[in-house]
Nanobody, 124 residues
Framework: QEQPVESGGGLVQPGGSLRLFCVAS????????MAWFRQTPGKEREFVAA????????TYSDSVKGRFIISRNNSKNTAYLQMFLLKPEDTAVYYC?????????????????WGQGTQVTVSS
C-alpha cells in the first residue's frame, strides 16, 4: 500500500510538546519531499512544514516557525514533526504527505501520497 502512516497525536496542554511520526511504505521515501499539513473542520488543509529528500532544506509556515521542527531518517523511512509550545489553535488533524515532483513545498497538489491523519488536541 502506497501510503504514509502517521502516529503520535493526542491530547496535550497549552505550552506542551508532542512528536508526530510518519512511516512510509510502498514508495521511495529517500527521494521524496516530505511534508506535514493540518486541517480543522470547515477549513482548508493548511501547510505546516516540509523537508527536502536529504533533510538539508526545510520550510515552515509562519504560524509554526520557531516552535515546530521537521526532520527525517531515510534509513528508517520515517519523518517526524516535533512540536513545542503548543497552542489551542494548533488543534487539528495532522497529515503526512510525500511527493517527488517539482513545485512549491506549500502546494498540496505537489504531493502524491497522503496519510490518514492523526488528531492533535491542545486544551487544558
Amino acid at each position: 500500500q502506497e501510503q504514509p502512516v502517521e502516529s503520535g497525536g493526542g491530547l496535550v496542554q497549552p505550552g506542551g510538546s508532542l512528536r508526530l511520526f510518519c512511516v512510509a511504505s510502498g514508495f521511495t521515501f529517500s527521494t521524496s519531499t516530505m511534508a506535514w499539513f493540518r486541517q480543522t473542520p470547515g477549513k482548508e488543509r493548511e501547510f505546516v512544514a516540509a523537508s527536502s529528500w536529504s533533510g538539508t532544506s526545510t520550510t515552515y509556515s509562519d504560524s509554526v516557525k520557531g516552535r515546530f521542527i521537521i526532520s527525517r531518517n531515510n534509513s528508517k523511512n520515517t519523518a517526524y514533526l516535533q512540536m513545542f509550545l503548543l497552542k489551542p489553535e494548533d488543534t487539528a488533524v495532522y497529515y503526512c504527505a510525500a511527493g517527488v515532483r517539482d513545485g512549491s513545498d506549500t502546494d498540496s497538489d505537489r504531493y502524491d501520497y497522503w496519510g490518514q491523519g492523526t488528531q492533535v488536541t491542545v486544551s487544558s
